[in-house]
């Protein structure tokens, strides 16, 4: 079992293509291109969020409190065998400073994990902490998948800091059904062709060269978190369709 633990703070932006064609060869001069970015299209990101059966982790989060979680199961390839590797991962928000915990497991522990509880093996304390910490959330709200969220990546991180990370995602798709992790058909996307989510990740602040970037391009902070986005979406899909009966 691998683990791994980010602590930071975030800042989103939605770009027009042109502006993202414009930033990335800006960024090369201070950042390097991610390994897995090696194309436009970068690479995809398959996840599946879980919630009870009234949403109440979702309908908290977006309520805007000082503290906030989410579980959710992500791969970076598309799944086709049990017998590969997950991350299973808590996103947790306090005051502005996201942590995020994961651990990696194959995809048939993590199933026996989720669905019946089984414990995977862990290797070190912070392994049981993770795992310990997973669980009881687990078992305080009996979680279960709820929806899929998938979309494609272009990364960067910082050349004199490695804590600073640049991200531009597209295409987000998002499904209530089929929920495992893969390209299924999804139901529709979170935001329009054309358009990237920008994600700025740093430790402590934002380095002034960015700021400076950002300003001269006129792009300006936002608040979208995508599954707090696809819940809103889902519930105003779901009163429409009651006030037709």
């Not at 993202?20 to 299209?41: I, N, P, Q, T, V």
């Not at 089984?118 to 009881?136: F, H, S, T, W």
């Not at 490695?162 to 299924?184: E, G, M, P, Q, Y």
């Not at 062709?193 to 006129?218: I, T, Y």
Request: with cysteine; glycine share 4%; net charge positive.
């Amino acid at each position: 079992m691998a683990i791994q633990i980010f602590k930071r703070r975030e800042r989103k932006y939605l770009l027009e293509e042109a502006v993202f064609e414009e930033m990335k060869e800006r960024l090369l001069e201070h950042m390097y291109l991610d390994g897995h970015s090696g194309s436009k299209r970068g690479y995809y990101i398959y996840n599946v969020y879980y919630d009870t059966d009234q949403d109440e982790l979702i309908r908290h989060s977006i309520s805007s409190p000082y503290y906030k979680e989410k579980l959710r199961l992500r791969s970076y390839s598309e799944i086709s065998s049990s017998d590969e590797h997950v991350y299973m991962e808590i996103k947790k928000k306090i005051g502005g400073v996201v942590s995020k915990r994961r651990i990696s497991l194959k995809l048939r522990d993590a199933e026996l994990f989720i669905g019946q509880g089984k414990l995977p093996r862990a290797e070190g304390c912070m392994d049981r902490q993770i795992v310990d910490e997973i669980a009881y959330l687990l078992k305080r709200h009996s979680l279960k998948p709820k929806v899929f969220i998938g979309y494609e990546r272009v990364a960067y991180f910082g050349r004199e800091d490695s804590n600073l990370r640049v991200t531009f995602d597209s295409r987000i798709a998002t499904r209530r059904k089929d929920l495992d992790l893969s390209t299924s058909d999804c139901d529709e996307l979170l935001i329009p062709d054309g358009k990237r989510l920008m994600e700025v990740k740093f430790s402590d602040s934002s380095p002034l060269w960015l700021s400076k970037m950002l300003s001269e391009l006129e792009v300006y902070n936002t608040k979208f978190s995508k599954y707090g986005n696809e819940f809103k979406r889902y519930c105003n899909k779901s009163t429409r369709n009651l006030e037709r009966m």
